[in-house]
């Protein structure tokens, strides 16, 4: 564990904080993003760059499109709203910082005991090996979920309101 | 096999949605093809088949997929129970189109059903779950009416933090074993006696399906979910979806994964007989008709999870066989409810009363479906019911057992209700032209009637044949 | 489990449990449909980083990564059909607050 490990789990936290409490959507949509970045960079540092590059592609890039797409979408309040909105937030959200803080601390101290005997190592240490030859029938099931959102896509964004 | 229980869906699934012509007219029947095989093939097939050997496919492949007799039990309620909502679908979807998108949606949660009932690794039950879960969410925002979407969304949020449970759970686990199959968790289980992580791993995992299985206190978006779905969605989800998604693989994971301890059998006995009871009165307020199943079929899961709590040989069979005749009389009561509303236009109890007279096919079956659902002897429900009641007594608990009892009662009060309401009594106003549904919303549920009186009065038979071999999975 | 990869374990699971907090509190707390959706990501990150640091604490990286790219492509499509439902809602609605969206009450 180096100094690098600390930063990087400092601002997920802070950042996982950041994306809970602004209230501009975009700065929310920015905050998550970040934090996927920096899991990206934990999972390069644990040795694990094909899951890193799928992190970064998907998750920080192409989710991100979905909700910045989704946020331009839908638009914003009147001013009113904003003030009124604003004043309830401060209640919601103020308490959240310290939540986190606190919640840390004890976690942290609470160290409960992790006594088990290890599993042995790992014999094939390649991915790809892994992927084909123990997890084949995941693969499978990747293609059933995608084909479930390609149909969820097509029902959900059909054209079908011009009548109503 | 089990192999081609999902690689025929899914290719098929490719193929009837590649631009031929007519291709779109043909996934409905595909898709009432697929399920009609599948209850057909388990009903007949041989054991063997079902083991594995012999089949090239699964041994060039190494899917690991099982099949023992929960597992048949379960592909067989899938099947029937997947053919039901798409003859509702059939009649309630008037536009080609979306009658085609819909049967593709079935077919992949057919497929994804077929999944969670065979696969022997966590993971890939977390994937296929998630299959599962997907499809269901756009089932019931199909139409994107308001309620639906809301009922829609509720599920989307209470399904995600239940995925995200499990999947705290699966990396506990995968650190502890080294792996993440079946065998691999259970061998680490024995290893590591009463460890903490072990035991927090199974908390979590417990929550995540109690979420995904409706039970008190995570029910909130059970009702929602259900009572607004397009009726050929509320037939498959409260028929089959969530008993499998949740209380399959509760099931799997406590008896055959984690084994059972006295903490989690507490757990699931209090669970089960609250979630019975505040199903059962929550049910005797709903002025809904589709709201008042949607708590019923709570407080019926409840049994199956009191029954599990027991942690018997016996209380297994009967959380089993509880499991098979809810999911159809509950399916049927479902497909009733679709005739009712398609024929009066209205699903408020207080505005129907004497449809009896006019629709004497959906009146009477779906008079036998409540009183099989509340146990009166000699229907299905009586006998699954009468085992879970044994069981508890004979484990130590005559407490819930008597409470079971009591609930039982509680559940033929509120159907009684319900069929005074709609059923009983005189023809409400307005509806003198009212008449029997079409004969293809009738077939379903007039074979669903049938399976659950046949079980009822071939249950001697059943006991001796069927359900005592079942326990030998055990 | 060694001393060394315990301690590890430990610290990446303190803050696991944090972000998960994070994503819990805007779930439960907040008014709008995307943050919503926005909490569930945080859940997930979490679930994801876990996994991860499971993975590599005990030395079975390789799986740690299959599993993860599988849980990315489900995730990704859980995202984009939520987010179909929360447009058609706003579509509707006209509106994304949670209080103008509660016809039915549990």
């Known amino acids: 564990m180096t100094m690098l490990d600390y930063v990087l789990l400092f601002m997920m936290a802070g950042f996982s904080v950041f994306a809970a409490v602004r209230r501009s959507l975009l700065q929310c949509a920015f905050g998550l993003a970040v934090v996927s970045i920096l899991l990206t960079i934990m999972m390069f540092r644990f040795n694990a760059p094909l899951a890193a590059v799928f992190e970064l592609s998907v998750c920080a890039g192409l989710i991100t499109v979905i909700f910045v797409y989704a946020i331009s979408l839908s638009r914003v309040h009147t001013q009113e709203e904003e003030q009124q909105a604003d004043h309830e937030r401060k209640l919601r959200y103020g308490v959240l910082p310290y939540i986190i803080v606190a919640a840390g601390l004890v976690i942290y101290f609470l160290q409960a005991p992790l006594i088990f005997t290890a599993p042995p190592s790992q014999a094939v240490n390649d991915v790809r090996e892994v992927l084909w030859n123990q997890r084949l029938f995941d693969i499978i099931g990747l293609l059933l979920v995608i084909m479930a959102g390609v149909f969820g896509v097509v029902v959900l964004f059909k054209e079908k309101d011009a009548n109503e | ?474 | 489990m060694s001393k060394d990869a315990a301690s590890l374990f430990w610290l990446y699971n303190t803050f696991v449990i944090l972000v998960f907090l994070c994503g819990i509190y805007l779930v439960a707390v907040t008014k709008n449909l995307i943050k919503v959706l926005i909490g569930l990501e945080l859940l997930t990150k979490a679930a994801t980083l876990l996994i991860i640091v499971a993975g590599y604490s005990t030395g079975h990286i390789a799986t740690a990564q299959a599993l993860i790219i599988n849980l990315i492509v489900v995730e990704v499509v859980v995202i984009a059909v939520a987010a179909g439902v929360v447009l058609s809602i706003r579509k509707k609605y006209g509106s994304l607050n949670v209080k103008n969206i509660s016809n039915l009450k549990g």
């Open chain 2, 1 to 474: 096999m089990t192999t081609l229980l999902i690689l025929v869906p899914l290719i098929g699934l490719i193929l009837v949605n590649l631009p031929f012509k007519n291709a779109r007219r043909t996934t409905f029947w595909y898709a009432v093809m697929l399920s009609l095989m599948q209850a057909y093939i388990v009903l007949t097939s041989d054991k063997i088949i079902w083991e594995g050997h012999f089949d090239p496919i699964e041994e060039y492949f190494k899917f690991n997929l099982k099949a023992d007799n929960l597992t048949l039990v379960m592909l067989l309620s899938i099947g029937i129970v997947a053919f039901c909502a798409l003859m509702v679908a059939k009649h309630m979807i008037k536009d080609e189109g979306d009658l085609a998108n819909f049967s593709n949606l079935i077919i992949i949660i057919l497929a994804g059903m077929n999944g969670v009932v065979m696969t022997t690794d966590v993971f890939t039950l977390y994937i296929f779950l998630e299959i599962t879960a997907v499809t269901s969410f756009i089932m019931i925002a199909f139409f994107r009416d308001k309620d639906a979407l809301e009922g829609s969304f509720k599920y989307i949020v209470l399904s995600a933090v239940a995925t995200v449970l499990l999947l705290a759970s699966i990396a506990l686990v995968f650190m502890v074993s080294g792996g993440t199959s079946f065998e691999a968790i259970n061998r680490a289980v024995h290893a590591n006696n009463e460890n903490l992580i072990l035991t927090a791993a199974l908390a979590l995992f417990t929550a995540g399906l109690l979420i995904k299985g409706g039970l008190v206190p995570f029910h909130g978006w059970l009702p929602d979910a259900y009572s607004s779905a397009p009726a050929p969605a509320s037939v498959i989800l409260a028929g089959i979806v969530t008993k499998t998604t949740g209380i399959y693989s509760l099931i799997r994971i406590v008896n055959n994964v984690f084994g059972f301890s006295g903490s989690i059998k507490n757990i699931l006995l209090f669970v089960g007989i609250i979630t019975i009871f505040v199903g059962a009165l929550a049910a005797l307020g709903q002025k809904d008709f589709k709201r008042m199943l949607a708590y019923s079929s709570i407080s019926q899961v409840g049994y199956i999870v009191i029954s599990l709590g027991t942690g018997t040989e016996l209380g297994l069979i009967g959380a089993m066989f509880h499991l098979f005749n809810h999911s159809i009389f509950k399916a049927q009561l479902f497909v009733n409810s679709a005739a009712v509303e398609k024929q009066a236009g209205t699903r408020d109890l207080d505005k129907m009363g004497g449809f009896s007279k006019k629709m004497p096919f959906t009146g009477l079956t779906s008079l036998i479906a409540c009183l099989s659902t509340a146990g009166i002897p000699p229907l299905a429900g009586f006998w699954s019911k009468l085992i879970i009641i044994v069981a508890l007594w004979n484990s130590g608990h005559p407490v819930f057992a008597g409470a079971a009892v009591l609930a039982s009662v509680i559940t033929l009060g509120y159907f009684l209700v319900l069929q005074r309401k709609a059923f009983f009594g005189k023809l409400a106003e307005g509806y003198e032209q009212l008449c029997e549904a079409e004969f293809g919303l009738i077939l379903p549920a007039i074979i669903l009637t049938l399976i659950t009186v046949a079980v009822g009065l071939l249950f001697p038979l059943l006991s001796n044949n069927t359900l005592i071999p079942m326990s030998h999975i055990f």
